[in-house]
């Protein structure tokens, strides 16, 4: 936090400003004396407090306080002084004080007033944030457990601030001797950690200023990361241009089709030559597009072997299929597992041909364990393991015995069950989406709205139901 202080007397500055240190020896003060001089101080310095006398020569505290509002009205601004005079302190008020103190102030009375303003800031930064990270559930991205240490570095745009992502304990201690120096940390998909801090070099070569740069910067860093892990460091050229981008998007789009064909007509060998074609064109691709190229596979095998009419993939199914995607860290591991998935599922799927439709106890006890379980974790590939099938052939038959999809089954059975608990629990929105199997509350609450047409605290309101305070919402 920055703070200025405001006094035509030097003692009284100094006194304030070793209070401040005191209780607060992080904080940023500035001596900034008064006068004009002191209000060039706080245009260059953007403080988040200022505390300041409001009789001095040449321009009195109010003056400095109106231009002060007229510069930024988020600057929080405390009128200090020896006169217990009302008039004083209503116009202050009138002019945007948010508190009006007699001298000397003692220690409590400065401790209380930083820690509101702290705790203000803390309150508008995290409702800033999650106005970002709600954009990036279509990215398949989830944010969570963020610890705040300096949220000023937010507000001022001035200063430019870097993304660090991996180890957060290691990257807390490189910065242990300046905390005031970080803003958050957080961890990323329950599997890693970032750390973001104020910066003045700019040595990682990505770093933003304003707030509007800040999820752009987020998506690239990880994805670097994320690419440097994924292939072990060692990896083929991937094209540089837009023309051979979309040439290679393009090859693996009908590659994808050329696959779906092949696996619904059973042709085993022109499966696996079309394939291998699909993974080379993939060796390409930037890392998230590859990613990406994979879920729609995945996507596109699983509601097109399932029913003959033009496929289309619902978000619910692309999520679905992106956590299954993401569950391998490195990407010949991925390879293999689509490869057996794929070429296994079809065996399975001439199996069933050959099936009298009436051997179908097994799905009875699928059905069952979607109804009746409480496992959070409960997949396709899970389910279709305790009853003995291949996941594509438990996908085909749960769409033809139910008329929808695995996938949105589970969706819809979810949202029955967090409608249940939000009506009879007390819950928060986070506790009960992480309860019914989405670690990302933002997308649960996405998925809430679109089955019932309300957030879940809308519903909650629609209800009369009044719970504690939610979180992201």
Same mark, same amino acid.
């Given at each position: 936090?920055?703070?200025c202080?405001?006094?035509d007397e030097?003692?009284?500055?100094?006194?304030?400003?070793?209070?401040?240190?005191?209780?607060?020896?992080?904080?940023?003060?500035?001596?900034?004396?008064?006068?004009?001089?002191?209000?060039?101080?706080?245009?260059?310095?953007r403080?988040?407090?200022?505390?300041?006398? /409001?009789?001095?020569?040449e321009?009195?505290?109010?003056?400095?306080?109106?231009?002060?509002?007229?510069?930024?009205?988020?600057?929080?601004?405390?009128?200090l002084?020896?006169y217990? #005079?009302?008039?004083?302190?209503?116009k202050?008020?009138?002019?945007g004080?948010?508190?009006?103190?007699l001298?000397?102030?003692?220690?409590e009375?400065?401790?209380?007033?930083?820690?509101?303003v702290?705790? #203000?800031?803390?309150?508008?930064?995290?409702?800033?944030?999650?106005?970002?990270l709600? $954009?990036? +559930?279509?990215?398949?991205?989830?944010?969570?457990? *963020?610890?705040?240490?300096?949220?000023?570095?937010w507000f #001022?745009?001035?200063?430019?601030?870097?993304?660090? &992502?991996?180890?957060?304990?290691?990257?807390?201690?490189?910065?242990?001797t300046?905390?005031?120096?970080?803003?958050?940390?957080?961890s990323?998909?329950?599997?890693? +950690?970032?750390?973001?801090?104020?910066?003045?070099?700019g040595?990682?070569? %990505?770093?933003?200023? !304003?707030k509007?740069?800040?999820?752009?910067?987020?998506?690239?860093?990880?994805e670097?990361?994320?690419?440097?892990?994924?292939?072990g @460091?060692?990896?083929?050229? &991937?094209?540089?241009t837009?023309?051979?981008?979309? !040439?290679?998007?393009?090859?693996?789009?009908?590659?994808?089709q050329?696959? %779906?064909?092949?696996a $619904?007509a059973?042709?085993? =060998?022109? %499966?696996?030559?079309?394939?291998?074609?699909?993974?080379?064109?993939l060796q @390409?691709?930037?890392?998230?597009?590859?990613? $990406? !190229?994979?879920v729609?596979?995945?996507?596109?095998?699983?509601?097109g072997?399932?029913?003959n009419?033009?496929?289309v993939?619902?978000?619910e199914k692309i999520?679905?299929?992106w956590?299954w995607?993401?569950?391998?860290?490195?990407?010949?591991?991925l390879? /293999?597992? /689509?490869?057996?998935?794929?070429?296994?599922g079809?065996?399975?799927?001439?199996q069933?041909?050959?099936?009298?439709?009436?051997? %179908?106890?097994?799905?009875?006890?699928?059905?069952?364990?979607?109804?009746?379980?409480?496992?959070?974790?409960?997949s396709?590939?899970?389910?279709?393991e305790?009853?003995? &099938?291949?996941?594509?052939?438990l996908?085909? /038959?749960f769409?033809?015995?139910?008329?929808?999809?695995?996938?949105?089954? *589970?969706?819809r059975?979810?949202?029955?069950?967090?409608?249940?608990?939000?009506?009879?629990?007390?819950?928060k929105?986070?506790?009960?989406s992480?309860?019914?199997?989405?670690v990302?509350?933002?997308?649960?609450?996405?998925?809430? $709205?679109?089955?019932?047409?309300?957030?879940?605290? =809308?519903?909650?309101?629609r209800?009369?139901?009044?719970?504690?305070s939610d !979180?992201?919402?």
């Amino acid at each position: 936090m920055k703070i200025c202080v405001v006094d035509d007397e030097k003692e009284v500055r100094l006194s304030i400003i070793y209070k401040i240190e005191m209780l607060f020896p992080y904080a940023q003060i500035f001596d900034v004396e008064f006068g004009r001089f002191a209000l060039e101080k706080i245009q260059l310095v953007r403080p988040d407090l200022v505390f300041m006398d /409001i009789r001095m020569p040449e321009m009195d505290g109010l003056e400095i306080l109106r231009s002060v509002k007229n510069l930024n009205a988020s600057i929080q601004v405390v009128i200090l002084s020896g006169y217990d #005079d009302f008039e004083y302190a209503r116009k202050a008020m009138q002019l945007g004080a948010m508190d009006y103190l007699l001298k000397p102030a003692d220690r409590e009375q400065l401790r209380e007033v930083i820690t509101k303003v702290e705790q #203000d800031m803390q309150i508008s930064f995290r409702k800033e944030l999650e106005e970002y990270l709600g $954009k990036l +559930s279509n990215q398949y991205l989830f944010i969570h457990d *963020i610890q705040c240490f300096n949220t000023s570095l937010w507000f #001022d745009e001035r200063q430019m601030k870097e993304i660090y &992502v991996g180890d957060t304990t290691l990257l807390l201690e490189r910065f242990k001797t300046t905390p005031q120096q970080i803003l958050i940390s957080f961890s990323i998909n329950n599997d890693y +950690s970032g750390i973001v801090v104020g910066a003045f070099s700019g040595e990682n070569g %990505l770093n933003f200023f !304003e707030k509007d740069e800040f999820l752009s910067v987020l998506v690239s860093r990880i994805e670097q990361y994320e690419g440097q892990r994924y292939f072990g @460091g060692q990896r083929e050229s &991937v094209v540089s241009t837009e023309k051979q981008r979309k !040439e290679i998007a393009k090859q693996a789009s009908q590659l994808r089709q050329e696959i %779906l064909s092949y696996a $619904k007509a059973g042709n085993y =060998e022109q %499966l696996k030559v079309s394939l291998h074609a699909w993974f080379d064109e993939l060796q @390409g691709m930037a890392f998230n597009q590859l990613r $990406k !190229e994979c879920v729609n596979l995945m996507a596109l095998l699983d509601e097109g072997l399932s029913k003959n009419e033009v496929v289309v993939l619902e978000e619910e199914k692309i999520h679905y299929w992106w956590n299954w995607v993401a569950e391998h860290k490195t990407w010949n591991e991925l390879k /293999i597992k /689509i490869q057996k998935f794929i070429l296994d599922g079809v065996n399975a799927l001439r199996q069933l041909e050959n099936q009298s439709p009436s051997n %179908l106890n097994w799905f009875e006890q699928a059905l069952q364990l979607v109804d009746h379980s409480l496992d959070p974790n409960l997949s396709l590939e899970s389910v279709a393991e305790v009853v003995g &099938v291949h996941p594509v052939t438990l996908s085909r /038959i749960f769409k033809q015995q139910t008329g929808m999809n695995f996938v949105r089954y *589970i969706v819809r059975r979810r949202m029955r069950d967090a409608q249940s608990m939000l009506l009879k629990t007390d819950k928060k929105i986070n506790e009960i989406s992480e309860e019914i199997g989405y670690v990302d509350y933002r997308y649960f609450r996405t998925l809430f $709205k679109k089955e019932f047409g309300l957030t879940p605290s =809308e519903y909650r309101k629609r209800n009369g139901i009044s719970a504690a305070s939610d !979180e992201g919402e």
